[in-house]
């Protein structure tokens, strides 16, 4: 059965702060893989998406890894700010689905 | 580009109760989808269409119809609200099967 796992299930870090969220899949065949950004009430918004042959995408301050090999992947957070406080959410997709993450909760706190 | 638009915004109806969702875009994409969101829980597909006049089932459809009559419009009907279709319903679409633009959800509680 295809999954997507995320961890941590939350966190809190200070503004200014970096931060590093991971997500670890078993989707295969694989396509692509993609980190969406939702702010409380809001729909989910794209940040990076990611193909087989691609390792790294930035974004601003927000820089998505993959490692097709081991199948993880992580976005990494500079400099946080107020507004980074969100849910940050890993799809990762093949064969014509998509497989979501139960998200990151990220707080970032003055 | 209003992008993609839900209407309403919240609704609360009662057990057996039928609504319709409303979703509409103004970007001409081809593909649309309904997801809904529960507490602690991944965004799961409901239905989908990659087309006027072509759909089909996702993950969860039981319980909701779908129709695209335009490229434009994908309303999601519930038959007959039960509790456990509380939750927060989110239409997509995009110019490819893989890229989603996401509507700002209808949360929809049934009582």
């Known amino acids: 059965k295809n999954q997507v796992e995320q961890s941590p299930q939350s966190l809190i870090i200070l503004e200014g702060k970096n931060c590093t969220l991971q997500?670890?899949?078993?989707?295969?065949?694989?396509?692509?893989l993609r980190w969406y950004k939702q702010d409380t009430g809001r729909g989910p918004v794209s940040l990076t998406i990611m193909t087989f042959s691609e390792n790294t995408k930035s974004n601003g301050r927000y820089t998505a890894t993959l490692d097709a090999d081991t199948k993880q992947s992580s976005l990494h957070i500079t400099a946080s700010q107020l507004s980074d406080s969100a849910s940050y959410i890993c799809?990762?997709?093949?064969?014509?689905?998509?497989?979501f993450g139960d998200g990151t909760t990220l707080t970032v706190k003055p | 580009n209003a992008g993609v638009t839900q209407t309403p915004k919240f609704q609360v109806l009662k057990t057996g109760q039928s609504m319709t969702l409303q979703c509409a875009q103004d970007m001409n994409h081809e593909y649309m989808s309904w997801y809904r969101q529960d507490p602690g829980m991944g965004l799961r597909l409901i239905h989908y269409?990659?087309?006027?006049?072509?759909?089909d089932q996702g993950e969860v459809p039981n319980g909701y119809n779908v129709s695209r009559s335009t490229t434009e419009d994908f309303p999601l009907r519930l038959l007959s609200a039960a509790p456990s279709q509380t939750s927060v319903y989110f239409c997509?679409?995009?110019?490819?099967?893989?890229?989603?633009?996401f509507g700002p959800g209808t949360r929809l509680t049934v009582t």
């Open positions: 997500c670890n899949y078993t989707v295969s065949p694989f396509s692509n």
């Open positions: 799809v990762v997709s093949g064969a014509g689905k998509s497989t």
């Open positions: 269409s990659v087309g006027a006049g072509i759909t």
């Open positions: 997509a679409s995009g110019a490819a099967p893989y890229e989603q633009y």
